[in-house]
């Protein structure tokens, strides 16, 4: 049976859905209008640059990430791992980064992660293939396969920007942590992907809360 992907048309056929479902959510799309959807490569390419973007801003991820490319056109994880440590650190990698670029490169080409086989497991069973990889957390898990394989129903619960969205639009007294935000995100199946899009485009759109009592 194939998946159910995210694309344009399924974005929109969501924010029906989750209007009809949560009227908080049909107000942030009148205040605000539909999100954009993102996509980023798959494969060692989606992973290896969230694990650049790690810790750093984005424009310095950017950065590193552009360098990278040129010096490993081709993506391959086997080719990565026949780079010295002078060529990664002269692209901006970390020493800790490149340890995890190389444990996944190698988790790649062992087998241990086979994207084939990833595309035939449920969310959960995908995150817990990706996570073996040092470097790999829950959260860098679920963006990449919410980003790079268009799963519908993911909701990354430790992400601060959705629980700050969250705690505004739902005028919470409290920030909710991760248990909360998924109970909560019960109600938006099947589209809680699309959901945390449009929680991440309200919290950009946000008012200041510093002009209010």
Request: no cysteine.
């Amino acid at each position: 049976m194939a998946q159910i992907v995210l694309d344009s048309a399924n974005l929109r056929k969501a924010m029906r859905h989750l209007a009809k479902v949560d009227p908080d959510f049909a107000r942030a799309i009148k205040e605000v209008g539909h999100p954009e959807l993102r996509v980023v490569p798959s494969g060692f390419g989606g992973l290896m640059r969230s694990i650049v973007g790690q810790q750093v801003s984005v424009h310095a991820a950017r950065s590193i990430w552009l360098r990278l490319e040129a010096l490993l056109p081709t993506g391959d994880p086997a080719e990565f791992l026949r780079l010295t440590d002078e060529q990664l650190r002269g692209v901006g990698l970390s020493n800790a980064k490149m340890k995890y670029g190389r444990a996944l490169a190698s988790d790649i080409v062992e087998g241990r992660i086979d994207f084939a086989r990833l595309a035939e497991l449920d969310d959960t069973a995908a995150i817990a293939m990706l996570t073996q990889a040092k470097g790999i957390g829950p959260w860098t898990a679920e963006i990449y396969l919410m980003f790079a394989h268009g799963r519908p129903d993911i909701m990354p619960g430790l992400d601060l920007g959705l629980v700050i969205a969250a705690q505004h639009l739902k005028k919470l007294r409290k920030r909710p942590d991760a248990k909360r935000l998924l109970k909560i995100a019960e109600a938006w199946r099947p589209w809680r992907s699309a959901a945390a899009l449009l929680l991440w485009h309200y919290r950009r759109n946000m008012p200041d809360w510093s002009k209010k009592e």
